[in-house]
């Protein structure tokens, strides 16, 4: 919980090709706070802000969301706090369908302990009919992913981002 951005070490998530009937988890990645060194509790409604795009491969709708969940880690055990899933977006006979997401999830007083950890995880979940493609932007710097992934310095209508953005309140209690 800072001010300041960094620089993440992954500028992107993005799941392999993928061809399916039903919805397939294809995108699983953690976010972790370093751990309390104080007691902390968190409570409000936390945004989060980030980027998908979605590559249909033909034959069909492509169809993708995500699902953002908040969760107590203590280096074993993973406790879930609280979760939202965002708007599907589909690709029809398009080369991709761009979503910029902002997702508010209510948060329960949670308090951590010394030594535990906030953790933010994202799921991608996606179906396609013909090899279909999830990415989504996770770096707070806003730099280029990869080749034909997120590259806001060269993307068009609608310019996107790489940026992963989070707001978690905290409580004081005074």
């Known amino acids: 919980m800072t001010a300041q951005q960094i620089y993440s070490k992954v500028i992107e998530t993005a799941s392999a090709s993928t061809t399916n009937a039903d919805y397939e988890k294809v995108i699983d990645v953690d976010f972790d706070l370093t751990a ?9 409604t936390a945004f989060f802000n980030f980027f998908m795009r979605v590559y249909w491969g033909g034959g069909g709708v492509t169809g993708a969301y995500a699902i953002v969940k908040v969760r107590k880690w203590d280096g074993t055990t993973e406790t879930e706090i609280a979760s939202a899933q965002t708007d599907t977006s589909a690709a029809t006979s398009v080369t991709s369908q761009y979503n910029f997401v902002c997702l508010p999830i209510s948060i329960t007083k949670t308090s951590f302990k010394p030594g535990e950890q906030l953790r933010v995880t994202i799921e991608g979940w996606l179906k396609c009919a013909n090899a279909g493609i999830l990415k ?17 310095s060269t993307d068009t209508a609608p310019t996107s981002t790489t940026q992963l953005k989070m707001w978690i309140p905290s409580n004081l209690d005074l």
């Open 136 to 152: 989504i932007g996770t770096d707070p710097m806003n730099r280029d992913g990869a080749v034909n992934y997120i590259v806001p």
């Open 36 to 44: 309390f060194n104080a007691p902390q509790s968190i409570r409000g």
